[in-house]
């Protein structure tokens, strides 16, 4: 923000445009996926991911920015939904629950790795994160000689394969999930990840190296969680985690605004955590299940595509509550909507 000069409510442009492509896209990746090959989408998908963003550390100028932002994330549409569609591939039953849950894991290990990375390489210079997404290039080279999976039978027309997704899709129990999924992702990326670093400098004047550290604190207690999740789907159903999820999200959001000493702020992040960890496998691992596996790939691309929905939404419709209500506001309106979504688990998913 004081580097390009811009507004608390431009900065959320920077997710918005990297999300933006990811609602139009992905599942026009998932379907040619399902006709084409998994790694005929992942290995172009991951070069241009990562082209487009290392790009974005030589930029000073921030409308150019938006652009290479959104090459990015044209890159990143498939990633996330390929990757729970292969795991669909290679896994079954509660193998596939606990797949999912090594999955997040390791998703968590990331963010809370790259939270405390970036603070660190900011106080080089505010485009020094971006130099991470390099390593998406020796990725691709990995996918395109290592990743065992073959191209899909697909003996249907394609007006044929359409008609049987959309017919799979329109499900009540899955139209649910794709609510939860965008909901999750308007609290994860516009109440936290937006709102939270702007809190922490705001009112505790916290370095960058702190933000990052905080934040990890939360990534890494989804990654212990969500590494649990076999075992603790074992005693509970995918939607009694759910709703325990959205439960926890609210208590976590009410209880930031309240709090006075910088420290403290540890407990509402682990709370937070906690909700992730339990809260993704187990949509996924619904969702998986639900999906047939000659149209796997458009099945979870679909979810892809309002994951980014809700990533894209969550910056403008918090900014909108920035705006009308500050800081505080954000967490407190983040909480009412998370306790909403308790009670339309309990009307939509049976």
Known sequence: MKQLN???????LLITFFTLPGIFLTPVFGVMADRIGRKTILVPALLLFGIAG?????????HLLLVFRFLQGTG????GSLNVTLIGDFFEGRERAGAMGYNASVLSVGTASYPTIGGILTMLGWHYPFLLTV?????????????????????????????????????????????LSIATFIILYGVYLTYLPILL?????????I????MSAMSLTTAITSSQIERISAKYSEKSLIKIAFIIYGISLLIIPFISNL????????LFGIAQGLNIPSLQTMLTNLAPAENRAAFMSINGMVLRLGQTLGPILMGLA????GLSGVYIIGAIFAFMMFFLIIMIIS
């Not at 020796?138 to 899909?152: F, M, Q, R």
């Not at 920035?322 to 209500?325: K, R």
């Open 6 to 12: 811009i507004s608390g409510q431009q900065v959320g």
């Open 54 to 62: 290392t790009a974005c550390f030589f930029i000073r100028d921030f």
């Open 76 to 79: 990143a549409a498939s990633l």
């Open 135 to 179: 390593l998406a290039l020796p990725i691709a080279l990995v996918v395109l000689y290592s990743l065992d999976n073959s191209k899909p039978s697909q003996e249907q027309k394609l007006k044929d394969y359409l008609t049987q997704a959309w017919i799979s899709i329109k499900n009540k129990k899955v139209i649910g999930i794709f609510i």
């Open 201 to 209: 400098d705001s009112v505790f004047s916290t370095p960058p190296y």
């Open 211 to 214: 933000i990052g550290f905080l």
């Open 263 to 270: 420290w403290l702020l540890v407990f509402p992040l682990v």
């Open 322 to 325: 920035f705006i009308i209500s």
